[in-house]
């Protein structure tokens, strides 16, 4: 249903219109959403699209409301206390923030990745990896089969040469950029539909930053990628779409090509430019 | 004032700093002679008196010599079973509810109620668990004994608990949410798990707080000359066997009341050793 009408929301600039971007149905869709603590509105009036198997860089400065929107893509939003959410946001078509949408069942289809690395501590490498079918219940694949796909996913995560060898050690043996691609990996191995990344290499060194830029560059294609950055070079890189918010607003969305290029808003300008922000 | 002032204040600075490490040094040492005294007495009033005996043997008719505790120690193992079995997951289980809802209004009560039982003095605890466990039965008992300790161990377990999830960093919690953990999996298989050598650790404290404790046991445990471990029958203990021995007028009995209280002391170590021993592994992650 909502699936069908797609471009007549399409922001501000028009993904429609892109050149260098093939059209996609949206995977996520946003509308007039606002996200709120307490009386703090951190999200305001937000329509936007996350095109199918394309990369979305969200970037602004500081205390704009990036994390913010993102939580409010996989129902992470409401476990903050007096955290609340108006508005619609449409996963495949279907609004998650319907009454009868259980925020689990959004959350186990939607994979999200920290500013900072969370591995488990208790749990050794391949344990975090699979941590994810722990919440699947009855639907679990076996147990040989998540060993496997374990197995996919830490590949997937170009972590799987540098931990093969000790997938019983505890999670925390590794380096922050390890763990980082370790807890890319457990979002990955219950195959979600949509990854969300707030700031990923927020804290890594470069050679750790450049192999999640990889991989998520790697990922386009399979799944819907929303990633939250504050380094424009990484935005240009790994995106196909850039979304410029500012206090809590969407200034405005664009292919990432022509964002960088000759953005439409002089404040999206003035941003990247580094004149503020 | 104005050139010298510094250097007068720095000096003033200096002597008042060396004052204060003295003082602090005086008072560590004092805060730890008293065990030290307290252990050279024991080990020399009651060393004598250990042998093999002591721990197999069962406690002697006046006038007999020699005679153990091996009922007493049995006893001990007992209440500190049964008051683990209760105040454990009481305990554990009211710490998780506090450190997850840290400003409910019930949170709130709890928090201060334990407090308050925390501060209640044991002798207190022995006379209600008398007055409900002992007098509607007319009946002393193992069991009485043990829930009078569980209610002096659950306010220890609780905070302790609580101290120690909240340690837990919230990023792991989100991190288990966003993995589609509902919130009760997520306290027990992320929060609990991973806070847990902590709350072993208060476990232990709890545990070696209540080994020695008498006056929750004077009128519910009560004691008793024979071997036991029936849960509805009175029990002995260590404490209960060294105060009847203590009291009494027999030098031989003082003597044995000595090494009671030598291998109580060791027990309450021994406990305090292995709590320090978990207590270094806990939290070994590397992030905040
Ligand atoms: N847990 C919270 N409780 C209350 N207010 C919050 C909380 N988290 C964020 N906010 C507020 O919401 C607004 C948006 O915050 P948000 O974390 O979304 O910003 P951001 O764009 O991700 O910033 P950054 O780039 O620094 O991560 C800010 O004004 C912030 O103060
Ligand atoms: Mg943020």
Redesign the interface.
């Known amino acids: 249903m909502a699936t069908t009408e797609p471009r007549v929301l399409t922001t501000v600039s028009g993904v429609a219109s892109a050149g260098d971007a093939p059209p996609a149905r949206p995977m996520v869709a946003v509308r007039s959403l606002d996200a709120y603590f307490g009386a703090n509105r951190a999200v305001k009036d937000v329509s936007l699209e996350f095109p199918e198997g394309q990369v979305t860089a969200i970037i602004g400065p500081s205390g704009c409301g990036k994390s913010t929107l993102l939580r409010c893509i996989n129902r992470m939003h409401e476990t903050v206390s007096l955290a609340r959410v108006e508005g619609e946001v449409f996963l495949d078509g279907r609004d998650i923030y319907a009454r009868d949408v259980n925020p689990i069942e959004v959350r186990k289809q939607i994979g999200m990745v920290f500013q900072r690395p969370t591995p488990f501590p208790t749990m050794s490498i391949r344990d975090n990896v699979i941590a994810g079918f722990r919440a699947a219940g009855r639907g679990a694949p076996s147990r040989a089969e998540q060993f496997e796909i374990a197995e996919w996913a830490l590949q997937r995560a170009a972590l799987w040469d540098e931990v093969k060898d000790r997938l019983h050690e505890s999670a925390l043996a590794l380096s922050g950029g390890q763990q980082q691609r370790l807890c890319i990996a457990r979002a990955l191995a219950t195959r979600p539909r949509v990854l969300l990344l707030d700031e990923p290499t927020a804290s890594l060194d470069p050679i750790s930053t450049q192999k999640v830029e990889e991989l998520v560059y790697e990922l386009r294609g399979d799944i819907t990628i929303v990633i939250v950055t504050h380094n424009m070079q990484q935005a240009a890189r790994v995106s196909d779409h850039t979304a410029f918010m500012l206090l809590g607003d969407l200034v405005e969305m664009a292919p990432t090509s022509r964002m960088f290029t000759s953005p439409g808003d002089e404040r999206t300008e003035a941003y990247i430019t580094g004149r503020f922000g | 004032m104005s050139a010298r002032a510094p250097r007068r204040s720095v000096r003033v600075r200096r002597a008042r700093s060396a004052v204060m490490v003295g003082l602090t040094v005086a008072a560590a040492v004092l805060a730890t002679l008293p065990l030290i005294f307290i252990l050279a007495l024991l080990i020399k009033q009651g060393a004598s008196s250990l042998n093999w005996a002591f721990f197999t043997g069962m406690p002697k008719p006046v006038g007999e010599t020699g005679g153990g505790m091996a009922n007493a120690m049995a006893g001990t193992a007992m209440l500190i079973g049964i008051a683990a079995a209760i105040g454990l997951p009481v305990g554990i289980g009211a710490g998780l509810y506090l450190a997850e809802h840290r400003?409910g209004r019930l949170a709130w009560v709890v928090r201060f109620l334990s407090d308050v039982l925390n501060g209640l003095p044991s002798i207190v605890v022995g006379i209600f668990a008398w007055q409900f466990l002992v007098r509607p039965v007319k009946q002393f008992s193992a069991l009485a004994g043990g829930i009078a300790l569980a209610v002096m161990m659950i306010p220890l377990v609780t905070r302790a608990t609580e101290e120690m999830i909240k340690l837990v960093?919230d990023?792991?919690r989100?991190?288990?949410?966003?993995?589609?953990?509902?919130r009760w999996?997520t306290s027990l298989?992320?929060v609990l798990?991973?806070a847990?050598p902590g709350i072993v650790t208060g476990a232990l404290v709890a545990i070696a707080r209540i080994a020695g404790e008498t006056a929750p046991l004077l009128f519910t445990a009560f004691g008793n000359q024979f071997w036991s471990t029936s849960l509805t029958q009175p029990i002995s203990a260590l404490p209960l066997q060294i105060f009847s021995y203590a009291i009494s007028p027999y030098e031989e009995w003082h003597s044995l009341a000595w090494a009671g209280a030598l291998v109580l002391l060791a027990l309450v170590l021994v406990i305090s050793l292995i709590a320090r021993f978990v207590t270094r592994s806990r939290?070994?992650?590397?992030?905040?």
Do not use: K, W
Not at chain 2, 283 to 288: A, Q, R, T, V
């Open positions: 400003n960093p990023s792991l989100e991190a288990a949410l966003a993995l589609g953990y509902p999996r298989t992320v798990r991973t847990l939290f070994g992650h590397g992030h905040d």
